[in-house]
């Protein structure tokens, strides 16, 4: 049977002579077994392709030689840390309950162990769900690491040691990210989120190196258990590339709950002692932490994959050089999710393997969109945002932006006397009346702004936020009742030049 290529974004038919010309082993090899790469794999079978798949055994804890059917959002990234981050809502949840009637009367005790088994439950559930689906698509799936030997050619060495070479008319790079270190001096003494979201004793004083989501979840998590949590970062707030005046409530709400930030500051050294561990800070301040978890960002997983020899190009951080439709400079060899560095959120590695999969055997050449993906800070109360900032909105502007706000104490809050304002924004382009941007920080704000994010990729305007009818009484209202500007910001052209 004839198929379809993709030729420079071209959709060209491929005769049965030469389709039939060359056998594989398999129409399509995905070296990753993460949420990206399974993806890919069951939506190319279900287009008819025979499809092999290879993954390293399961750990909640990734190593180069451990990981597992799920990948990191499954076995040690969103699905366990938002686990993690309900369990630390009941702490705040049971101080708020006394003032609506509920009289707890024993001390309440929390147990760390409990929490993590159940956690260790369920991801291993999660893991097996994945591997059913594999084998419901008809994917073959291998236990062992992947690497590629050739354009068409991966080898995969398995558990035993013993290696086998399976050839593909396609291979699917779909490998993630891992957790990095920065080099310091006693940088061996602290953990990343892997080991953070299996710790065997609870840690009753955390120090955080970083600024960005894990590190403000795990501030959120381990304070909301009760644990003494020092945040170091180098901006003056959180979240750099968000918001800024979201980063700034997210930063007093942190405070608010206990969490001590500090700010423009790093950490210089890291001791052991029989106390704990002792960490320097830039400033010469010294602080004793029975965990330190270092939140400094991940690197594309991709050095043991032998790519440069085959002629893949990488970029300077190792990702995946890939074009619109994720195709590297090797026509036969594809990458999606965290590998490329793109996007790096696992609704984005989705989209981009189904885009794959409709392109290399659905006949449908298909480019991921990029444009208007929604994503949350799971800190307590959470973060959510779509489309642009208030600071992007000024950098791209080409007439005057509307700037809308809405901040308010939650109807819950006033009984539970909790001191936690909410916010809303929204960014609008005043020559067309479009809402480019939506954020909210505050309880239920990623369920809320899902649906603001529906209404952003329909290209809604501002007047038909406004002739929506509201929920009442709800904090999701807010964003239909916004009518008064909060502020013009006027449209200033950049400069011309020459050079």
């Not at 939506?43 to 909640?60: D, Q, R, T």
């Not at 979840?217 to 979201?246: N, Q």
């Amino acid at each position: 049977m004839a198929r379809k290529m993709l030729v420079d974004g071209e959709v060209d038919k491929v005769t049965a002579d030469e389709a039939n010309a060359t056998h594989y082993d398999f129409d399509l090899f995905v070296i990753g077994a993460g949420s990206g790469g399974v993806r890919a794999a069951r939506f190319s079978a279900n287009h008819g392709a025979k499809v092999g798949i290879c993954e390293l055994p399961f750990h909640p804890i990734s190593s180069e030689e451990i990981g597992g059917v799920g990948g990191t959002c499954v076995i040690r990234g969103c699905v366990p840390k938002k686990i993690l981050v309900y369990g630390a809502t009941y702490g705040g949840e049971l101080e708020d309950a006394k003032n609506y009637g509920w009289e707890i009367n024993e001390k309440v005790d929390f147990t760390w162990k409990k929490l993590l088994q159940k956690k260790t439950d369920e991801i291993l559930r999660l893991n097996n769900i994945y591997k059913r689906l594999l084998a419901n698509a008809a994917v073959k799936l291998y236990e062992g690491e992947g690497r590629v030997v050739g354009p068409n050619e991966v080898e995969v060495r398995q558990i035993d040691g013993t290696k086998i070479s399976y050839t593909a008319k396609h291979i699917l790079i779909a490998t993630g990210s891992r957790a990095q270190k920065p080099n310091i001096p006693g940088h061996e003494l602290a953990i990343t989120s892997d080991e953070a979201l299996s710790l065997e004793e609870f840690p009753k004083r955390a120090v955080v190196l970083g600024g960005g989501y894990i590190a403000v979840e795990f501030a959120s998590i381990w304070r909301g258990m009760g644990a003494t949590v020092d945040l170091f970062f180098r901006k003056e707030l959180p979240l750099r590339g968000f918001d800024d005046e979201m980063r700034a409530l997210v930063a007093r709400n942190l405070e608010g709950r206990g969490v001590n930030l500090h700010p423009q500051t790093s950490l210089t050294q890291l001791i052991k002692t029989d106390n704990g561990i002792k960490v320097i800070s830039s400033h010469g301040e010294e602080f004793v932490a029975d965990v330190v978890l270092f939140a400094t960002g991940r690197n594309p997983n991709t050095k043991r994959l032998n790519l440069e020899a085959v002629g893949v190009e990488l970029d300077q951080a190792g990702a995946v050089k890939v074009d619109e439709y994720s195709r590297t400079n090797i026509p036969s060899i594809w990458a999606v999710g965290d590998a490329t560095n793109r996007i790096n959120l696992t609704p984005v590695a989705l989209m981009e393997a189904s885009c794959f999969a409709n392109t290399v055997f659905g006949g449908k050449p298909t480019k991921a969109d990029y444009s208007n993906v929604a994503c949350a800070v799971f800190c307590i109360p959470p973060l959510a945002v779509v489309g642009l900032s208030e600071e992007e909105a000024v950098e791209q502007a080409t007439g005057d932006i509307l700037v809308f706000t809405s901040g308010f104490n939650p109807m819950k809050n006033t009984i539970s006397g909790r001191q936690e304002k909410t916010l809303m924004k929204l960014i609008v382009d005043e020559k067309t009346d479009k809402v480019i941007g939506a954020s909210m920080c505050g309880p239920d704000a990623a369920e809320i702004m899902q649906g603001i994010a529906i209404a952003l990729k329909c290209g809604a305007t501002k007047a038909q936020f406004d002739s929506t009818v509201g929920i009442h009484p709800s904090s999701a209202e807010e964003f239909v009742t916004m009518r008064s500007v909060t502020r013009r910001i006027a449209y200033k052209p950049k400069p011309k030049t020459n050079l």
